[in-house]
């Protein structure tokens, strides 16, 4: 057959047409980009009437993938951010970051195994051992990361069925993105430094670690010099230059500081995920050390300058108190700072909390009584109800406290044998402290003999209650002098006062002053104390003094008549008259004499 034959279909004209128009097709469709493809493909096969269409081209893997990647090398990262599948807020915070750190991700060699396509179908590429709705376009590695780029198909109000970068991708990115910083620092660095390393970590990251000590302890001691501007400005305005409390905690804040900014370098270095475990670990523990340190130091100064102020005030219960409580927050502090180390290295703190808490409860019903004594001993300090040095009585048995510690508190008595009593029992017993009297009672009865007559009477109550209200150290409101029985074998009179000091010695000369007085007003009476006691007169009995019984009778009949009868007491005039007439010591007292003899010679 002859090619000439106008038989042949190629000469007709409207074939050769024909051919041509389809050739030009195929040349057209062939020279467009993977990204017009992907738009094309995902525009037709969305473009019924009945779904939405995403103006982003997120419907398919691929096409959702070079759309982000398309945004972000425009430098358009809030688009970007739109392609990463979280919630709203987050990506308004964090959107924007994240999707710069997975561009820079996507770029390096990291990718290097990422494939996006041929993932150009709206439901996805059937994967093995990939769930229905998601797609794994290929593995990211860096350093000792790894992470698969996977991308979730969702529900989108405004354009239906769309692919976003999964949640579980995002996860890792930021760790991706220092691996590949890191890298890229290698790069620029001689090969011997990148290639040798020492225990996983290579030399140039051991040199950086090194060089970013001085670094760290430059910076640290720089923020405590700018910290303690403000620290010294309010010093002065409280008027305390001294700042040698702040300074007592520079060490341990030095070393807190320090660590802190050395991680913060550490951060950047792209340390493989094993040896920077073990570096957080160490410096970890240097954190705790440094935060016990500070904790241990402030409750020194702090439970100091209380005890200080509290002895200052006299109040030695609650300085003992507070050297106790100090005692107990050092042991606190130190055993946490213990139980934070090991939990920082990996131990299981809650099988050791709840040893603890069995062996706590062994000791503490095996030592019931002891605790009962260090608890009584808190309270005795706090209650503050007796100090060193105070004369009390404990029960049956009086002495002088000369030493309250946590387990028993010591008593000189009156034997002067030394008293051991626990401070269980002495927070629960009746105690007394006779050194905490602001004044001392007088009080005595006197017994008058039977015969007296009712003026007699009179007259020694009259004259008693002058006694006390003229002595300079009796408290005049609180005389009182009655006759209180005229039944039995004498008339019982009561005499009750306070006498004006807290020292036992001064009361007992006191005591001994005004009841000779009141022998004296007795005798002066004319009459006498009543025996106790039956006696058998086997003489002819003198009987009373009739000048002074009738001396007496005749000075209450001058009252009487001239209306000055002090019953039932004197007028307050009269009474503030006589105050302090008597004098004490009597004037020939050896204890009246100046104290300056060569004064009183002159």
């Known amino acids: 057959m002859s090619l000439s034959s106008s038989s042949s279909p190629l000469s007709s004209p409207k074939t050769v047409l024909l051919l041509v128009i389809v050739l030009c097709a195929a040349l057209s469709s062939s020279a467009q980009s993977p990204l017009s493809g992907v738009l094309s493909s995902s525009s037709t096969s969305t473009g019924t009437p009945n779904s939405p269409s995403d103006p982003l081209g997120r419907t398919t893997p691929s096409g959702s993938v070079l759309g982000f990647l398309k945004a972000a090398q425009s430098g358009n990262y809030s688009i970007a951010a739109q392609y990463l599948q979280m919630s709203a807020a987050r990506r308004q915070a964090e959107g924007e970051q994240l999707a710069s750190q997975l561009n820079a991700v996507l770029n390096s060699p990291a990718a290097a195994t990422v494939r996006i396509g041929s993932f150009n179908q709206l439901e996805g590429t059937p994967q093995e051992g990939v769930v229905f709705g998601r797609q794994k376009l290929g593995t990211m590695v860096s350093g000792d990361v790894e992470d698969d780029l996977e991308l979730v198909r969702v529900s989108d ?63 640290g001691w720089l923020a405590l010099v700018l910290l303690e501007i403000p620290v010294r400005w309010w010093a002065r305005r409280r008027g305390q230059l001294e700042v040698a409390n702040w300074r007592s905690v520079s060490a341990p804040a030095w070393l807190l500081a320090g660590t802190l900014a050395h991680q913060f370098f550490v ?44 002895l200052a005030r006299g109040h030695t219960g609650t300085g003992s108190l507070m050297l106790l409580g100090e005692r107990i927050l050092k042991a606190v502090i130190f055993g946490v700072g213990v139980l934070a180390v090991f939990g920082s290295l990996g131990f299981n703190m809650s099988t050791a909390l709840a040893g603890l808490g069995i062996g706590g409860l062994a000791i503490g019903l095996g030592a019931q009584q002891t605790l009962a004594n260090l608890f009584g001993g808190v309270s005795v300090l706090g209650d503050e109800v007796f100090r060193v040095g105070d004369v009390c009585r404990f029960g049956d048995r009086t002495g002088v406290v000369e030493d309250i510690g946590l387990r028993s508190t010591r008593i000189r008595t009156d034997e002067r044998t030394l008293l051991a009593i626990p401070n269980g029992t002495v927070a629960t017993i009746n105690l007394e402290n006779l050194s905490r009297r602001d004044k001392i009672l007088f009080q005595t009865k006197l017994g008058l003999r039977p015969e007296s007559k009712p003026d007699h009477v009179r007259f020694v109550l009259t004259e ?123 004037p020939e007292s050896a204890l009246s004499k100046p104290t300056d003899d060569s004064e009183k010679t002159r």
């Open 464 to 586: 008693v209650r002058r006694l006390l209200y003229s002595h300079a150290k009796v408290e005049t409101k609180s005389v009182r002098v009655r006759l209180t029985d005229i039944s039995g074998s004498s008339l019982s009179v009561e005499v009750f006062a306070y006498i004006l000091t807290r020292d036992f010695n001064e009361f007992a000369g006191i005591r001994e002053d005004l009841l000779l007085r009141v022998m004296d007003v007795v005798e002066d009476s004319g009459g006498g104390l009543a025996l106790p006691s039956q006696t058998l007169y086997l003489s002819r009995d003198s009987g009373v003094s009739k000048d002074k019984v009738e001396n007496a009778v005749k000075k209450i009949a001058d009252l009487r008549d001239g209306k000055q009868l002090p019953f039932p007491d004197f007028h307050q005039d009269d009474i503030a008259a006589l105050k302090g007439s008597i004098e004490y010591p009597q």
């Open 157 to 219: 109000p405004s354009a239906g069925k769309i692919w976003l970068i999964s949640s579980d991708t995002l996860a890792k990115v930021p760790e991706l993105y220092d691996q590949v910083e890191a890298r890229q620092v290698e790069s620029k660095l001689p090969s011997v430094l990148v290639k040798h390393q020492i225990a996983g970590v290579p030399l140039w990251q051991w040199l950086a670690l090194l060089l970013a000590v001085p670094v760290a302890a430059a910076i």
């Open 267 to 310: 951060r950047y270095l792209g340390i493989a995920l094993l040896p920077r475990h073990y570096y957080f670990q160490f410096t970890s523990i240097a954190l705790i050390i440094s935060v016990t340190w500070i904790a241990w130091r402030v409750v020194r100064w702090s439970l100091y300058r209380v005890r200080n102020r509290a």
